[in-house]
């Protein structure tokens, strides 16, 4: 069975803070994607990430693919309260596999 | 702008009830999902479709089955329903056959089986 691990569980911080979220797994994937879901809604696709050492960022957040394509991080740079959310990482073989989250809240 | 919607936000059941959880997308997506999601868990496939009238199995379709008649509707179905079928459930849909795409995600529809 393929499992992703996601640390942490949760994250309380202030307003300006940097911060990182672990995504690990024994499995090798094809790519890895990062979704956000806010209260009430849907996770929504923040980035896909294919090459195995292969970084990208999207503002105030970077998002890095293990060399071996086990592991990734998401890291957010000056936290604002608009990151407040639940963070998924899904890794993609046949099938999506899906990481337990990572709740962040930020605080003003 | 891409939309997926389901039938409901929150619905109340009660035991063995049947639940029907309706979703749309118009999108023209060949893929469509049915997850749950609690706490700490993340999401758990329950069923998927590939195409009109095809479905298969997810991770934890004990308890439920699926419909999908035309392109754009995928129904869930909660024959019985009992207590520890309380959830968040999402209902997604995917251009394509990779699993690197994109899933869209209607808002959820949060159910409470009393």
């Known amino acids: 069975t393929q499992l992703l691990e996601q640390s942490p569980q949760f994250l309380s911080i202030q307003e300006g803070e940097n911060l990182t979220v672990y995504c690990n797994s024994s499995?090798?994937?094809?790519?890895l994607q990062w979704y956000r879901q806010e209260p009430g809604e849907g996770p929504v696709l923040l980035v896909t990430v294919v090459t195995g050492g292969e970084v990208k960022k999207l503002k105030r957040l970077t998002f890095q693919f293990g060399d071996a394509r086990k592991d990734s991080s998401l890291h957010i740079t000056a936290a604002q309260p608009g990151d407040t959310g639940l963070y998924l990482c899904?890794?993609?073989?046949?099938?999506?596999?899906w990481g337990a989250g990572t709740k962040l809240i930020i605080k003003p | 702008d891409v939309k997926v919607t389901q039938s409901s936000r929150y619905l109340v059941k009660r035991t063995g009830e049947k639940v029907f959880l309706e979703c749309v997308q118009d999108?023209?997506?060949?893929?469509m999902f049915w997850y749950r999601q609690d706490p700490g868990l993340g999401l758990r496939l329950i069923y998927f479709?590939?195409?009109?009238?095809?479905?298969e199995k997810g991770d934890i379709p004990e308890g439920y089955s699926v419909s999908r008649e035309k392109k754009e509707r995928f129904s869930l179905i909660l024959e019985s329903a009992s207590t520890n079928q309380t959830s968040m459930y999402l209902c997604?849909?995917?251009?394509?056959?990779?699993?690197?795409?994109?899933?869209?995600f209607g808002p959820g529809t949060r159910l409470t089986v009393l």
């Open positions: 997604a849909s995917r251009l394509g056959t990779g699993s690197y795409n994109e899933q869209f």
């Open positions: 479709s590939y195409d009109v009238k095809m479905k």
């Open positions: 899904a890794g993609s073989n046949y099938q999506l596999i």
């Open positions: 499995s090798v994937f094809s790519s």
């Open positions: 999108m023209d997506h060949e893929n």
